[in-house]
């Protein structure tokens, strides 16, 4: 029997961020690793906008996410001074772990898909780095926040 839930709430988290120069590569273009920049910064906003920082978790719950695993799908270019928006769902929670949705694409443009990606993030311990379940206190503010 599987732990999966899917989330209570599908509406996606927003985030916008803006191309750098420091983004790009000799072309202008962004450097395909700098979109998992973008992409973790979506989810730490997504859990300080639950209520708790990455510090907070540590310190008063002694626990961290960690990237578990990652697919990336590249769709098209974003460049040099591009706004664009990050969207993230969390699509299933299991015992130890959320599973993310997350779009970037142009902010003006909801078609314009820049990647698509499905992220696994495991709760660990921070003294043992090994799974731990999702704290209850945390687990119910990540699944009703608005």
């Not at 209520?51 to 578990?68: D, N, P, T």
């Amino acid at each position: 029997m599987s732990d999966d839930k899917p989330s209570a709430h599908p509406q996606p988290f927003l985030w916008p961020v803006r191309v750098y120069h420091e983004d790009t590569d000799n072309g202008g273009i962004v450097y395909h690793a700098n979109h998992l920049r973008f992409l973790e910064r979506a989810r730490t906003e997504w859990l300080r906008h639950c209520g708790y920082s990455q510090q907070a978790m540590k310190q008063e719950l002694g626990v961290l996410f960690a990237v578990r695993s990652l697919e990336i799908r590249y769709r098209k270019p974003a460049f040099l001074d591009d706004p664009l928006v990050v969207e993230t769902i969390v699509e299933r929670r299991r015992r130890a772990a959320l599973h993310f949705r997350q779009r970037l694409r142009r902010a003006e443009d909801n078609e314009y898909n820049v990647c698509d990606a499905e992220v696994e993030v495991a709760c660990i311990g921070v003294d043992d780095f090994r799974p731990r379940p999702i704290p209850q206190i945390l687990d119910r503010e990540l699944m009703h926040v608005e």
